[in-house]
């Protein structure tokens, strides 16, 4: 079964702290990897997407990580702000899998105290 | 990216009623899906629409439930046929990065649509 874990399933961190969020999948045969921001209620905004053959992929103060052989990536958020208070998700493409049909973690809850 | 529209945004539903819910894609695209997050938990694929041929739909999701519809490469309709209280959902219209945006793999998503049916 593809499954893919996100730890922790919610962080409270003061403004200003660099934090690193986890997720894991359990095949390591993936065609890309992408990271999403989704604010209570609403929609997902595409945050990065790292390709197989790609370690990093990094967008403002956001740098994603991939490291497939160990089934992990990380997402580290430099100098958090209230504003990144959000969930965020993870989510795998596998290869052999239909392009577009993703595999969700159940997220990380982020709160982002001034 | 693309800018992907959906209606309504939210809607509070009699139980046996149908809605049916609207996407629309600022640019052309082959694929896109239909994804439905329940509360409290994370996000499953309900079906791919494909212009010109009939919705794949996946385990546990089936047509005469969830009828999808896609006329043209720019627009996609979900509906969800009498509804019960477990079908009080966001569901969510997404789309494949085309060539013209780079063919990436890339998945963007709309804004979602907050079903609370009673």
């Known amino acids: 079964k593809q499954e893919v874990t996100q730890i922790p399933a919610a962080l409270s961190v003061p403004e200003g702290e660099n934090l690193v969020l986890n997720c894991s999948f359990t095949d390591s045969a993936i065609y890309n990897l992408q990271w999403f921001r989704q604010d209570p209620g609403k929609g997902l905004t595409s945050l990065l997407l790292i390709q197989s053959s790609q370690r990093e992929q990094t967008s403002g103060r956001l740098n994603a990580s991939l490291d497939k052989s160990s089934g992990r990536s990380t997402l580290y958020i430099a100098a958090s702000q209230p504003g990144d208070s959000a969930t965020y998700l993870c989510?795998?493409?596998?290869?052999?899998?239909?392009?577009?049909?993703?595999?969700f973690g159940r997220g990380t809850q982020l709160t982002v105290w001034p | 990216s693309a800018v992907i529209s959906q209606k309504p945004s939210r809607d509070i539903c009699q139980r046996g009623t149908s809605l049916t819910i609207q996407c629309q894609v600022d640019s052309q695209v082959t694929m896109m899906f239909w994804y439905r997050q329940q509360p409290g938990q994370s996000l499953t694929l309900i079906a791919t629409?494909?212009?010109?041929?009939?919705?794949?739909?996946e385990s546990g999701f089936v047509i005469d439930k969830f009828p999808i519809s896609r006329p043209n490469l720019t627009f996609s309709t979900l509906t969800v046929s009498n509804m019960s209280p477990e079908d009080s959902s966001i569901y969510l219209c997404s789309v494949l990065a085309s060539a013209k945006m780079g063919n990436t793999g890339e998945l963007f998503f709309g804004e979602g649509s907050r079903l609370t049916v009673l």
């Open positions: 989510a795998v493409t596998y290869r052999g899998s239909t392009l577009g049909r993703l595999y």
């Open positions: 629409a494909n212009q010109g041929s009939e919705a794949t739909y």
